[in-house]
Each structure stands twice: as structure tokens, then as C-alpha cells.
């Protein structure tokens, strides 16, 4: 089943994301290369692809897990979380409708 992480950011905390972004993407990577991943991102703190020092808000991750247990425990391994990126996260049950 699919599951929608979102984790939202803690105030002041670009330069963690930028430390601990490379591992984050490492973990990213072995989901698409087990072919779990369905999309991930960040969400930038304004209206632009590339917020500079405003930063982020936050991040999304929709994947392939076999339960919601497994979808909060590799949330809760994630880089992101474990290094103070995140000041909290969702793991939600998601249902892909579009694109078919």
C-alpha cells in the first residue's frame, strides 16, 4: 500500500536539512531502486523553486510500504527526523487515483 509522509519543518532548521541531505537522498534512493517510490520533495517556505534563505517548510514522500508500521518506522529513521529537520510528521495511508 501507498503511504504520504509529510514532515514539517522546525523553524531555523535549513542548515540541518543541508547537513543531513545526502543521507536523506541515499534512503530515497534505495526506495526507488526497490521500485517503492512514487514521488518525494520539498516544500519551499514561498512561491519560488528555490527559496534561498526562507528555506522550507517542509517535505513530501509518497512510497510503497507493506503496512503502516513499517511507513512510521522508516519515517521515524529518516535523516530528517533523527537530526532535528523535522519538528513533526504524518505518515498517512495514501490512495494513488491519478495519473491511472
Known amino acids: 500500500m501507498l503511504y504520504a509522509i509529510l514532515g514539517e519543518d522546525a523553524p531555523g532548521s535549513l542548515a540541518k536539512r543541508l547537513a543531513a541531505r545526502p543521507a536523506h537522498l541515499e534512503r530515497l534512493k534505495e526506495l526507488q531502486e526497490a521500485g517503492r517510490l512514487v514521488l518525494a ?5 514561498i512561491d519560488s523553486p528555490d527559496p534561498g534563505p526562507a528555506g522550507f517548510s517542509g517535505s513530501l514522500i509518497v512510497a510503497e510500504f507493506d503496512s503502516l ?32
Open 41 to 45: 520533495g520539498p516544500c519551499p517556505a
Open 69 to 100: 508500521d513499517e511507513a512510521q518506522a522508516w519515517a521515524a529513521a529518516d535523516p530528517y527526523a533523527s537530526e532535528g529537520v523535522f519538528a513533526g510528521m504524518r505518515v498517512l495511508p495514501f490512495r494513488k487515483v491519478l495519473p491511472a
